[in-house]
């Protein structure tokens, strides 16, 4: 079988934990954010979990995923 190549935007923009879980960043913290309250800045500006529904389709573009450091 052929190897498989990696999603380089993907790999940029997802994280793989050491358990598995593939992290990203969340939407909403790019610009405007002089309207937005400081608790919900805060809250945006971590690192969430990808949603079940979109774990497949990042599976696929990262076929290699590993945890690193």
Do not use: C, D, W
């Not at 935007?9 to 593939?22: E, F, H, N």
């Not at 992290?23 to 790019?30: H, P, V, Y």
């Amino acid at each position: 079988m052929p190897k498989l190549k990696t999603h380089r935007a993907a790999a940029k923009r997802y994280k793989v934990t050491a358990t598995g879980k593939i992290m990203k960043r969340q939407a909403g913290i790019g610009h405007l954010l002089q309207h937005k309250s400081s608790s919900r800045k805060r809250r945006i500006f971590k690192m969430v979990e990808v949603s079940e529904s979109h774990v497949n389709l990042v599976s696929k573009e990262l076929p290699y995923k590993k945890y690193s450091r």
